[in-house]
C-alpha cells in the first residue's frame, strides 16, 4: 500500500496515520483520501477525480482484508491464552 501511494500519487513519506491504513475511516475510506491528500507535496498538484476513486478502491480493497485478518489473529490470541491459562491451573 504505501509503495502505490509513493509511486501513484507522490507521498514520500506516509507518516504514523498512512503507515496503520487500515485504523482509518472504515466506512469509505475518507479518513484515508483525507491522509494521503495531506502527505502529499503541494507541487503534485490536486486530485483528480479519478485519482480520488482509486485511493477509496484501493483503499477498500487492501484495508479490509487486513482488517479481517488482524480479527482473526486476535481472537486466535485470545483463544490462546484461555486454553493456556486452562491448562496451567
Request: proline content about 3%; some cysteine; overall charge positive.
Amino acid at each position: 500500500m504505501l509503495y502505490w501511494l509513493r509511486t501513484e500519487f507522490g507521498v514520500e513519506k506516509p507518516g504514523q496515520k498512512l503507515e496503520a491504513f487500515d485504523a482509518l475511516d472504515a466506512l469509505d475510506g475518507e479518513g484515508f483520501v483525507e491522509e494521503a491528500r495531506k502527505r502529499r507535496p503541494r507541487s503534485e498538484g490536486r486530485l483528480t477525480r479519478a485519482a480520488l476513486r482509486s485511493l477509496r478502491s484501493g483503499y477498500a480493497e487492501v484495508a479490509t482484508p487486513v482488517r479481517e485478518d488482524r480479527a482473526a489473529a486476535s481472537a486466535l490470541e485470545r483463544c490462546s491464552r484461555i486454553s493456556s491459562t486452562k491448562l496451567t491451573a
